[in-house]
C-alpha cells in the first residue's frame, strides 16, 4: 500500500507537461529553496511525462537516501543523447552496474587517502608552474588556473606534460565540450530531469542536432585515443615516465590483459581528465575572487604562513596540520561555493517511501549542496565568507570536515583526496608568495567585482573579473623562480 502514500510536496502538475514549466533553469539552487519555503518541506517533487524529480535541501536527507540506502539510490539516469556523443566512456555518468564498478574500484585503489602521498611531487611541481606563470604574466591567471588543473590529470594519468594552453588535448577537450553540452544541458536542466525530453522534436530538431553529436563523438575518440597512443609509443621508445595508464600496459605487457580491460583504463582516464579539471578551475576561480575581496582573511592567512613555514621556503604538504586557518579557508570556499552546486544526478532503482512519501522506481534525486551549506541553522550568516565559523569557542578548529560539495556514497567524489592536496597546496602556495587585490582603473580605484556566477554544463564558475596579483617581495620571486629552476 506504500503506493498510495503521497510523492513529496511539489508544484501541483499540468496534466500531459507536468510541471515543464515550472522547473527553474536560472539559479537552479536558489530556487528550490524558494521552492521549500513555499511547500514547507526540504524535500520536493516535481514530475512530468512520466518522469519524476526528487530534490533534497537538507543534508539529513541527503546521508540517509544517498548514503544509508546507497543500494537502490546509487544509479545515474540514463541520458539518450550521452552514447551519440560517445560519453558513455564517462564512468561518472554511467549506470550503476558492472561496467561503473569495475572502474570506480581502479580509481579508488589510484585516489584513496593514502594513496595520494604517491601523487604529492606531480601536484608540487605544477603548483610551482603555476606560481611561475602567475609570476610572468598574473593578469592571465585563468589561463594559469587552467594550466594547473588540466596538467596534473594529464601527467598523473598518462605521464604526459601539458606545455601550454593551446596544446591538442585542451583545445580538442575545449571544443567537444563546447559542442556537447548544449546537446546534454538544454536549458541547464531540464534533460537532466526529464531524459524524455531528447525525443520532442521541437528541442530536439534531428539532423542538425545528431550531426553535432557525431563530430563530438569524434572529437571523444581522440580525446580519449590520442593520450593512450602517446603513452604506449614512449613506452616502446621506454621513455615512459609512471602513471595510470604507463603502469597498466607494464601489466599487459607482462602477465596480459584483455581488449576491454584496455577500454576501461582508456575510459577511466578519460573520466578522470573530465572530472579532475573544470572542477578543480572552479574552486581554484572562486579562492582568488575570495581573496580578492576579503583582504583582511588574505593577510591574517599570510601572518599564518610566515609563523609555520617563514619566508625562505614555499609551504609542502608536512605544514598542513599546523595551518588550522589556511584549512578553513579551504572549507569555507568549498562551503560557499561548490563546483557543481548541484552534484550530479543520482536516480533510484526502486520503489522507496520515506518520511510518509512515496518515491517511485526511475526517480532522479538531486542533492541540492548549496542548499545544505547556506543553510541558516548550520552556518550563520550563511552568504558571509567566514573560515572563523570552522572555529569552536577554545579557538580549534571544529569538527565540521564532511566537505559536502564532494557528493554522496557511492557515487561521491572518488578524487576528493587529490583535490583536497591540489586545492590545499594552491591556495597555501598562492598566498604564501602574492598579495591578491583589486584591480585598479587609470585614476588609482579600485574595479569592483561582481559576485556574480556562471553555470557551463554542471559545473558553477565565478564570472571573468580582474584582480592585481603581485609578489609579496623580492625574496618571494626568487623563491618561485629557484624552485622552478629545480623542477626543470
Ligand atoms: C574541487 C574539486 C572537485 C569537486 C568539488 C568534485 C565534486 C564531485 C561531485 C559532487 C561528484 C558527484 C557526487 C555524487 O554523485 O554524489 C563527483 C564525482 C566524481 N568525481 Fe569529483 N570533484 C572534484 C574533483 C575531482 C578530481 C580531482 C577527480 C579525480 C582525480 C574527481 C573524480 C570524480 C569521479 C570519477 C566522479 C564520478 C564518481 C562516480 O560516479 O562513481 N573529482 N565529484
Same mark, same amino acid.
Given at each position: ?76 539516469? /540514463? ?27 581502479? &580509481? ?5 587517502? /593514502? ?40 601527467? &598523473? ?5 601539458? /606545455? ?31 531524459? $524524455? ?48 595508464? &604507463? ?7 607482462? =602477465? ?8 576501461? $583504463? ?97 526517480? =532522479? ?67 604564501? &608568495? ?12 579600485? $574595479? ?41
Amino acid at each position: 500500500r506504500k503506493k498510495h502514500l503521497p510523492y513529496p510536496p511539489g508544484p501541483k502538475p499540468m496534466p500531459l507537461i507536468g510541471n515543464i514549466l515550472d522547473l527553474p533553469t536560472d539559479d537552479v539552487p536558489s530556487a528550490y529553496v524558494e521552492w521549500a519555503k513555499k511547500y514547507k518541506s526540504s524535500i520536493l517533487h516535481a514530475s512530468a511525462l512520466g518522469s519524476h524529480i526528487v530534490v533534497l535541501n537538507d543534508v539529513e536527507d541527503a546521508i540517509e537516501l544517498f548514503e544509508r540506502r546507497a543500494r537502490i539510490y546509487s544509479d545515474r539516469p /540514463e541520458y539518450p543523447i550521452r552514447k551519440l556523443m560517445g560519453w558513455d566512456h564517462n564512468f561518472a555518468l554511467t549506470r550503476y552496474g558492472d561496467e561503473w564498478r569495475y572502474c570506480r574500484k581502479i &580509481t579508488q585503489e589510484h585516489f584513496r587517502k /593514502e594513496a595520494v602521498k604517491n601523487y604529492h611531487d606531480v601536484i608540487s611541481q605544477k603548483v610551482h608552474a603555476m606560481l611561475d606563470g602567475l609570476l610572468q604574466s598574473p593578469n592571465k591567471f585563468e589561463h594559469h588556473n587552467k594550466m594547473l588543473s588540466v596538467s596534473i590529470p594529464m601527467k &598523473t594519468m598518462y605521464g604526459y606534460d601539458v /606545455e601550454s594552453i593551446n596544446d591538442r588535448c585542451i583545445t580538442v577537450t575545449d571544443k567537444s565540450l563546447l559542442l556537447g553540452s548544449p546537446l546534454f544541458l538544454p536549458g541547464a536542466s531540464l534533460i537532466n530531469i526529464f531524459p $524524455i525530453l531528447a525525443f520532442i522534436p521541437s528541442w530536439f530538431p534531428g539532423a542538425s542536432s545528431r550531426k553535432i553529436a557525431a563530430e563530438v563523438k569524434q572529437l571523444t575518440e581522440e580525446v580519449i585515443q590520442a593520450p593512450m597512443n602517446w603513452a604506449k609509443m614512449r613506452m616502446v621508445e621506454g621513455t615512459a615516465v609512471p602513471s595510470l595508464v &604507463t603502469h597498466f600496459l607494464e601489466k599487459k605487457n607482462t =602477465i596480459g590483459a584483455s581488449a576491454a580491460e584496455e577500454r576501461a $583504463i582508456g575510459d577511466v582516464a578519460y573520466t578522470v581528465n573530465g572530472a579532475a579539471s573544470d572542477t578543480t578551475i572552479s574552486a581554484t576561480g572562486s579562492f582568488l575572487y575570495f581573496m580578492a575581496v576579503n583582504h583582511g582573511i588574505q593577510k591574517k592567512a599570510q601572518r599564518e604562513i610566515d609563523r609555520v613555514v617563514g619566508r625562505n621556503r614555499l609551504p609542502d604538504f608536512s605544514d598542513r596540520p599546523t595551518m588550522p586557518y589556511l584549512e578553513a579557508i579551504y572549507r569555507e570556499v568549498l562551503r560557499c561555493r561548490q563546483p557543481l552546486d548541484m552534484g550530479l544526478p543520482h536516480c533510484l532503482t526502486e520503489d522507496d517511501h520515506y518520511k510518509g512519501y512515496f518515491i517511485p522506481k526511475g526517480t =532522479i534525486v538531486l542533492g541540492n549542496i548549496w542548499a545544505m551549506t547556506h543553510d541558516e541553522k548550520s552556518y550563520p550568516e550563511p552568504f558571509a565568507f567566514k573560515p572563523e565559523r570552522f572555529f569552536d569557542e577554545k579557538g580549534d578548529l571544529n569538527d565540521d570536515d564532511r566537505i559536502l560539495a564532494y557528493g554522496f556514497g557511492r557515487r561521491g567524489c572518488v578524487g576528493k583526496h587529490v583535490a583536497s592536496a591540489t586545492l590545499w597546496l594552491t591556495f597555501a602556495s598562492i598566498l604564501a &608568495t602574492f598579495n591578491i587585490e583589486k584591480a585598479k582603473d587609470d585614476s588609482g580605484r579600485e $574595479i569592483p567585482i561582481s559576485d556574480e556566477y556562471q553555470e557551463f554544463g554542471f559545473i558553477s564558475h565565478k564570472t571573468p573579473f580582474e584582480c592585481s596579483i603581485t609578489p609579496r617581495s623580492h625574496g618571494h620571486r626568487q623563491l618561485i623562480e629557484e624552485v622552478n629552476l629545480l623542477n626543470k
